[in-house]
């Protein structure tokens, strides 16, 4: 059976090491480099040997623009999107494309993943006037920056109904220079969109569990009870949303739920089962593809994106967790295993941003499918009769560009497979098992696609988040250590309290030297978390201190004292001006591709509230929510990170404080971890960390009794209060059970 081409817009490139060829570039011949040489993106630096004089995003870009009186051409891209390469490949690399461009443009060219700021601000702006965004985005804007058209992909030519990319130049040059009223009108307009998309708000006052379970119920509404996940093709994995069923799925009491409780569970454990089971999964390496192009999970966008795996991690350690299933935890590992391997700088510490889906343009995929010739060649007979039977490899693939070309994923039950051979299951077992090693060694002899080595800050929070839990569930020190290490990178070369987080810790290319990119609120939100769950494993006051000095510039440089809420960017400092539509003010509310900040940040400020007791902190957190509780409904899937936010505040904060040093402590420390909650967090401290507390648990927690005597003991702490400490197993739980 054939599916749609998996090329709608996916990834590209090469290995880690040849970087210009990796992002599908290829070099003029005569030596030629654009202003980008200096760049340190990745994506930026791929374009270096374009005709095109592309500028970076910057004032001197702006001022050019303004003393030349040219509109400018902005491109937005990112290294691992297949189509940005394949509109390099047959525009910008075009000597008579860049032309056009260079007569009567000042081109400037952005890379959405080191500025998302400006991505999200020309996105809503694109969507205004076409309906529709996406990568690579393509606008024309006055020389102040105000767009007046654009689209995503130009084809060379006119095909399909779309005009040709020469023919869109020349006719918005034309217009600048000719129709400036009609221009500057159009631009006035979209600039006006700009402002209003996710500028919303629709305040409600005092949300409660009723919202909760509107988020829930438009999930459930959604969800695909034949294939898993929500909606039809084409698919997202949706991790919010999952997270939020598994936990309303978890608990004893489902604050008015119950009624919904089984069949939270059963969207949450099967979206997650035919998601592991699917192309969308890489069944040799571990970790998840970007999306699925149809709605059985077969055939994926290949692209790997630290953001994904982060919150797709959580959500199989959250499962493992709460149903102690098997695969869950064997997913999950395996996916640290991928992360492990290809997006982790082993020496230093830190998460890389990405690995392409293609070594090329004229790969599309090829690096992860299979003939079933290849695998023939890879495998032996037995071997082979095993594997194509599980991984469906046959004649017939899956890929619309090459229908031999099969995308591996999982169709039967090993039992079946093993029924069909004639052989017990622990046979087939062996032979699959010696299968998968063999073709993952036989796909790295082949051109591996390119890793982008970017370290982002807010990317990084998340993984480290997803790590120390990963760690801690699954009993993986190695993990956890980690997880560790890369927040101390981040710590001391992002973040300093004067100047507040920096979006980029490192960049992976040799070469070019970047500015610092002032963080966005995700960078801050995403890190203060990470910050507060490495002081929850190892008890050291650092780490907590860590996560209040940065939501405390998170407040200061975000958070808007007159209409509450967060804005995505910094505040205007005296004396500042901002470039094109980044004098426009956001508040992010949807979850799109990560946890919108809005959400994210009320959560970390409810977290640090139950520790520190501050008022102020509760009261920005529930103005956060109120602003926007009169529309976040009608987001539905697109806001879950704000049910999990609102759920965190509706049941209150519960931590399970184990304290010791030996094996009873680490008993309780697993019963502790069992069942996933929200609002639940599981602290371990030694003895001697008794002393130095955060100010809430630090009034009540060493003052409690039966504390002198020797041995660990657990904890359960609620609102202004603790239970008595308790030292057995069946006492935490019962203990647990009261509080959640």
């Known amino acids: 059976m054939s599916h749609k081409a998996a090329s709608n817009d996916p990834t590209v490139s090469n290995e ?15 030596g030629h480099l654009n202003s980008l040489a200096s760049a340190a993106s990745a994506y930026l630096r791929s374009a270096m040997h374009q005709p095109v004089e592309w500028q970076e995003w910057g004032e001197a870009a702006f001022e050019k623009a303004k003393v030349e009186d040219k509109p400018i051409l902005l491109d937005i891209g990112a290294v691992w999107c297949h189509w940005c390469h394949v509109m390099d490949r047959e525009s910008y690399e075009s000597a ?4 056009i461009i260079n007569d009567h443009f000042v081109a ?28 690579p985005l393509t606008a024309f804007l006055t020389p102040e920056g105000k767009p007046y058209f654009g689209g995503t992909y130009f084809p060379p030519a006119d095909q399909h109904g779309r005009p040709g990319f020469q023919r869109v130049l020349l006719t918005m040059a034309e217009a600048f220079q000719n129709r400036r009223d009609e221009v500057n009108e159009s631009a006035g307009s979209v600039m006006a969109a700009i402002e209003h998309n996710e500028s919303f708000m629709g305040r409600a006052g005092n949300p409660g569990p009723e919202l909760v379970a509107k988020l829930v ?43 919904v409780s089984e069949a939270a569970k059963t969207a949450a454990m099967v979206t997650l089962q035919k998601m592991s089971r699917g192309g969308i999964y890489d069944h040799l390496a571990g970790g998840f593809h970007r999306y699925s192009v149809d709605e059985r999970w077969v055939v994926p966008h290949f692209e790997k994106m630290s953001y994904d795996n982060s919150e797709l991690l959580k959500n199989y350690v959250h499962a493992f967790q709460t149903f102690v299933e098997p695969e869950a935890a064997r997913v999950a590992r395996e996916m640290i295993g991928w992360i492990d391997e290809w997006l982790s700088d082993r020496e230093r510490g830190g998460f890389y941003a990405s690995q392409d889906a293609d070594f090329s343009l004229e790969d599309d995929g090829d690096y992860f499918t299979w003939t079933r010739d290849e695998a023939a060649e890879a495998l032996t007979a037995e071997e082979l009769a095993v594997a194509s039977a599980y991984y469906d490899i046959g004649e017939i693939g899956d890929m619309h560009h090459n229908p031999a070309k099969n995308v591996l994923h999982v169709r039967g039950t090993l039992e079946g497979v093993a029924k069909a051979n004639g052989i017990t299951v622990e046979v087939a077992k062996e032979r699959l098992a010696a299968a998968k090693e063999k073709l993952y060694a036989a796909r790295l002899r082949r051109p591996t696609p390119y890793v982008d080595k970017t370290i982002y800050v807010g990317w990084n929070g998340m993984m480290i988040s997803a790590y120390l839990e990963a760690g801690r569930v699954l009993d993986m020190p190695e993990v956890r250590a980690f997880a560790l290490k890369s927040l101390d990178r981040v710590l001391a070369e992002a973040w300093e309290a004067k100047a507040g ?62 209409g509450c809420a967060f804005f995505d960017t910094e505040s ?25 900040g809005n959400s994210v940040g009320a959560a970390l400020l409810l977290r640090l509230e139950a520790l520190n007791g501050r008022e102020d902190y509760a009261v920005k957190a529930l103005e956060t929510l109120e602003i926007f509780a009169g529309v976040v409904e009608h987001f539905g899937l697109y806001a879950a990170s704000y049910g999990l936010a609102l759920q965190r505040m509706v049941v209150r904060a519960v931590e399970v404080c184990v304290i010791g040093d030996d094996a009873a402590a680490r008993r309780l420390e ?49 609102g202004k209060g603790c239970l008595p400490p308790v030292s057995t197993a069946d006492e935490l739980i019962e203990a647990m059970n009261k509080a959640l």
């Open 217 to 259: 119920g438009s999930a459930l509404k959604q969800f695909d009870s034949r294939s898993g996940g929500f909606g039809s093709q084409p698919k997202f994995p949706h991790s919010g949303a999952i997270d939020l069923l598994l936990d309303v799925a978890s608990r004893v009491s489902a604050g008015g739920m119950e009624n």
């Open 572 to 596: 205007v400092v005296e004396g500042e001006t901002r470039l094109g539509a980044l004098v426009t003010r956001r508040k992010p509310l949807q979850d799109s591709p990560t946890p919108a």
């Open 16 to 30: 880690p090491v040849a970087s210009e060829e990796a992002a599908g570039i290829h070099a003029q011949g005569d």
């Open 501 to 562: 987080v920096a979006h980029v810790v490192a960049y992976g290319e040799q070469g070019g030297k970047g500015v610092r990119v002032a963080g966005v609120l995700e960078d801050y939100v995403f890190l203060g978390h990470a910050a507060l769950d490495a002081w929850e494993l190892t008890g050291e006051m650092r780490y907590y201190t860590a996560a209040e000095a940065i939501m405390e510039s998170a407040l200061l440089k975000f958070y808007d004292p007159v």
């Open 96 to 99: 008579a494309t860049a032309k």
């Open 670 to 718: 697993a019963v502790a971890l069992a069942r996933y909650a929200v609002n639940k967090s599981v602290i371990r401290l030694r003895r001697d960390q008794l002393g130095a507390l955060p100010p809430a648990l630090a009034e009540t927690l060493p003052h409690l009794p039966g504390l002198e005597g020797e041995g660990s003991f657990a904890v359960v702490c609620s």
């Open 108 to 135: 400037v060219k952005v890379d959405r993943d080191e500025r998302p700021d400006v991505d999200t601000r020309y996105q809503a702006a694109v969507s205004a006037i076409s309906g529709q965004g996406g990568w």
